[in-house]
T-cell receptor, first 112, second 115 residues
Framework: NAGVTQTPKFQVLKTGQSMTLQCAQD?????MSWYRQDPGMGLRLIHY???????DQGEVPNGYNVSRSTTEDFPLRLLSAAPSQTSVYFC???????????FGSGTRLTVV | AQSVTQLDSQVPVFEEAPVELRCNYS??????LFWYVQYPNQGLQLLLK??????LVKGINGFEAEFNKSQTSFHLRKPSVHISDTAEYFC?????????????FGQGTELSVKP
């Protein structure tokens, strides 16, 4: 049981480049979320999903897109990377009956 | 909407001493409350959660927290800390029946346990 798997673990992008952060879970969880973590600001919710085909915006959605075509996968897309998107990104999932989220190990992204 | 305030950004403490990490929340509806721990260069791990019932909640690694509705607080405590408890701790809140279980986090408290 792998839990929540995030790839890549590290990434360096140039300003203006695009990329997709991958997130996959093998627990058949309905709910999935993306957070970014910045020093002194805790974790801020970017986008979340309540099931395949359903997504919604969180606290800081600008500059990010998501889709949920399957229950297992919830990729996060940066269309045109900016230095302000330098952060650590966490994906998390939970089932409908459990209220504790399971987190992935994170992706450390640097935009130069 | 919900919000969380962790009152201390850093808490230094000596090994075997007691510790309390403070968390206040704001919400117009009833809430679920959580504490997560993050060890260096790792993801977040659930320590404990309050959903309903007894206001004193026990979690892993000897931690416990008390839900106080009148003071809108959910402080985390441990009677005797170890070096291995050095980590960042996050308080989080989710509104009851909140679609998608949106989890809102506080800013985090760095616990530093010194020998």
């Amino acid at each position: 049981n792998a839990g929540v798997t995030q790839t890549p673990k590290f990434q360096v992008l140039k300003t203006g480049q695009s990329m997709t952060l991958q997130c996959a879970q093998d627990m058949n969880h309905e709910y999935m979320s993306w957070y970014r973590q910045d020093p002194g600001m805790g974790l801020r919710l970017i986008h979340y999903s309540v099931g395949a085909g359903i997504t919604d915006q969180g606290e800081v959605p600008n500059g990010y897109n998501v889709s949920r075509s399957t229950t297992e996968d919830f990729p996060l897309r940066l269309l045109s990377a900016a230095p302000s998107q330098t952060s650590v990104y966490f994906c998390a999932s939970r089932s409908g009956s459990s209220y504790g989220y399971t987190f992935g190990s994170g992706t450390r992204l640097t935009v130069v | 909407a919900q919000s969380v305030t962790q009152l201390d950004s850093q808490v230094p403490v000596f090994e075997e001493a007691p510790v309390e990490l403070r968390c206040n929340y704001s919400s117009s509806v009833s809430v679920y409350l959580f504490w997560y721990v993050q060890y260096p260069n790792q993801g977040l791990q659930l320590l404990l959660k309050y959903l309903s019932g007894s206001t004193l909640v026990k979690g892993i690694n000897g931690f416990e927290a008390e839900f106080n509705k009148s003071q809108t607080s959910f402080h985390l405590r441990k009677p005797s800390v170890h070096i291995s408890d050095t980590a960042e701790y996050f308080c989080a809140v989710s509104g009851l029946y909140n679609q998608g279980g949106k989890l809102i986090f506080g800013q985090g408290t760095e616990l530093s346990v010194k020998p």
